[in-house]
């Protein structure tokens, strides 16, 4: 069996792909930062819900260019220093 190609995170559509390491979600402006793994590098993105009329749920685009860290911790620092204050999982 396959895996599936999208999940649903925090109300829209992810696509399954790189291994996530750590996600904080702000609510208030509904947006999602991400810190994946590229190698040996941490790349941390930023993701606002688009709507795409092809999906019934609203799917996960960037919404602004990533960052490359070499640790996981600047790569979280980075993204709480962006997002300011949200929930972390």
Same mark, same amino acid.
């Given at each position: 069996?396959?895996?599936?190609?999208?999940?649903?995170?925090? *109300? *829209?559509?992810?696509?399954? *792909? $790189?291994?996530?390491?750590?996600?904080?979600?702000?609510? /208030?402006?509904?947006? +999602?930062?991400?810190?994946? /793994?590229?190698?040996?590098?941490? +790349?941390? /993105?930023?993701?606002?819900?688009?709507?795409?009329?092809?999906?019934?749920?609203?799917?996960? $685009?960037?919404?602004?260019?990533?960052? %490359?860290?070499?640790?996981?911790?600047?790569?979280?620092?980075? %993204?709480?220093? /962006?997002?300011?204050? *949200?929930?972390?999982?």
């Amino acid at each position: 069996m396959m895996p599936p190609m999208f999940v649903e995170k925090q *109300g *829209g559509l992810w696509p399954d *792909g $790189g291994p996530t390491t750590f996600e904080l979600f702000d609510e /208030t402006r509904q947006l +999602l930062g991400v810190v994946s /793994t590229r190698g040996e590098l941490f +790349l941390a /993105t930023i993701h606002e819900q688009r709507v795409d009329p092809q999906w019934r749920l609203p799917v996960w $685009g960037e919404h602004a260019p990533g960052s %490359l860290f070499g640790s996981r911790e600047e790569a979280i620092r980075y %993204l709480r220093w /962006t997002l300011g204050a *949200g929930t972390s999982r």
